[in-house]
């Protein structure tokens, strides 16, 4: 094992803590075997839905933010429906935890959702990926900034953290700078820098999910499908109150490509795998291992989706990036390694 660390039952460590604050006492928790084969399916889940949004958002006219609330919608209904049958059944939040739950919403399902769409219109699907793939560092370092999980500079593990860190950004710069030099390139410049922007974002805010959800998780006020449930509507709510301000008048959803089969059937495997089943599993894992020890498994997306992206879309993968993506992995690997010494 990895030496994966919990923090002890008690009291749920605040998000936001006092620098001066020590952080709290962990101890060594053994992780549940099915950890490792559920965050596999939900690498190569999220892999499948990245290649079939980057298609559908260059051949057919689909608004990202209307596909991701209609998607968000479908998956919060699903998940309720799965919170219903759990044995405490749909509880309604604590109003201590109603703001844990607006952010989680917002950086799983707002950054992490709409963000992705918009970013795969402008930049290739191996860029987002590699990018994608840096969410470790993200999650570690806010994790060290909200006094989570702080990093000690002056140990081993420590160390081997920040050259991990290292590694895997160093890895994303060069496969980046690649693809904006000309290799994968699908948009002008501008479009790209852009895209890249956006899927920084979508890197970003899903690296802080799995923090929010396992302190959602440490409080034991709300069961793993509650958390979930609410987390995604409170997403959905998000995202639809941002659906006024992009449209004028004039939209006419009927007019879009948004009801043709191919969409409508992306848009249930989106909701049904992609979301709900997946965010499902990825908070059973949370309440069995770390936040760290889950976002570790997004390099297999990396390689998961530069192998789809090549069989199926043709995309070669030049030598420059082929050691980018290396350099990704191993790094991220250091991050996950660090955790047991």
């Known amino acids: 094992m990895l030496g994966d660390q919990e923090v002890g039952l008690g009291e749920a460590t605040p998000l936001i803590a006092h620098a001066s604050n020590r952080p709290p006492k962990i101890k060594q928790t053994k992780t549940h075997f099915l950890v490792v084969p559920a965050l596999f399916v939900v690498q190569l889940s999220f892999s499948a839905s990245a290649i079939l949004q980057s298609v559908m958002m260059r051949e057919v006219e689909v608004d990202a933010a209307v596909f991701t609330f209609a998607r968000c919608a479908l998956s919060s209904v699903i998940l309720f429906a799965m919170a219903a049958t ?14 844990m739950l607006l952010l989680a919403g917002i950086c799983g399902m707002y ?29 570690m370092l806010v994790g060290h900034m909200a006094s989570i999980e702080l990093i000690d500079v002056g140990s081993r593990a420590g160390q081997l953290k920040l050259l991990g860190v290292l590694l895997a950004v160093c890895g994303g710069a060069v496969i980046v700078g ?21 899927a920084i974002l979508f890197m970003l805010g899903a690296g802080c999910y799995p923090l929010l959800q396992k302190q959602l998780l440490l409080s034991g006020r ?45 848009l249930f495997y989106m909701a049904l795998v ?34 789809f992206a090549a069989v199926f879309m043709g995309d070669e993968v030049k030598v420059a990036e082929l050691l980018g993506m290396v350099s990704v992995c191993v790094g991220l690997w250091m991050l996950a390694a660090s955790r047991a010494f």
């Open 86 to 99: 759990s044995s405490s059944g749909v509880v309604l939040p604590r109003a201590e935890d109603v703001g």
């Open 111 to 139: 950054f992490g959702q709409l963000y992705l769409l918009l970013a795969l219109k402008h930049v290739s699907v191996l860029n987002y990926a590699v990018i994608s793939a840096l969410q470790p560092v993200s999650t």
């Open 274 to 307: 992609a979301s709900a089943l997946s965010y499902t599993m990825i908070t059973w894992a949370l309440d069995n291992s770390s936040p760290v020890f889950v976002i570790t498994f997004s390099p297999l997306q990396l390689v998961m989706t530069a192998s």
């Open 222 to 266: 709300l069961n793993q499908a509650n958390i979930t449930a609410w987390g995604m509507a409170s997403g959905t709510a998000v995202i639809g109150l941002t659906l006024p301000v992009r449209f004028s008048d004039s939209f006419d959803i009927s007019n879009s490509a948004f009801f043709t089969f191919a969409v409508m059937l992306v």
């Open 178 to 198: 690649n693809q904006a030099g000309g290799s994968g390139t699908v948009s002008a410049p501008g479009d790209v820098v852009l895209g890249n922007l956006f």
